[in-house]
């Protein structure tokens, strides 16, 4: 079993998946939210981290 959580925009239903990061954006695979610059924005609808809820 995974460690890796998925994480849900607020304002799009974007998820970002720990396992498979952002690579479009930069962000390998295995990035942690934490991990992720805050300057990060959603790649579907441009909204900051703070609008990603935990999933789960």
Same mark, same amino acid.
């Given at each position: 079993?995974?460690?890796?959580?998925? @994480?849900?925009?607020?304002?799009?239903?974007?998820? @970002?998946?720990?396992?498979?990061?952002?690579?479009?954006?930069?962000?390998?695979?295995?990035?942690?939210?934490?991990?992720?610059? *805050? *300057?990060?924005?959603?790649?579907?609808?441009?909204?900051?981290?703070?609008? @990603?809820?935990?999933?789960?």
């Amino acid at each position: 079993m995974s460690d890796y959580k998925k @994480y849900q925009c607020g304002v799009c239903g974007h998820i @970002y998946d720990e396992a498979e990061g952002d690579p479009d954006s930069g962000i390998a695979p295995g990035t942690l939210w934490k991990d992720i610059p *805050d *300057d990060w924005r959603c790649p579907e609808c441009g909204v900051d981290k703070s609008e @990603y809820d935990l999933l789960g």
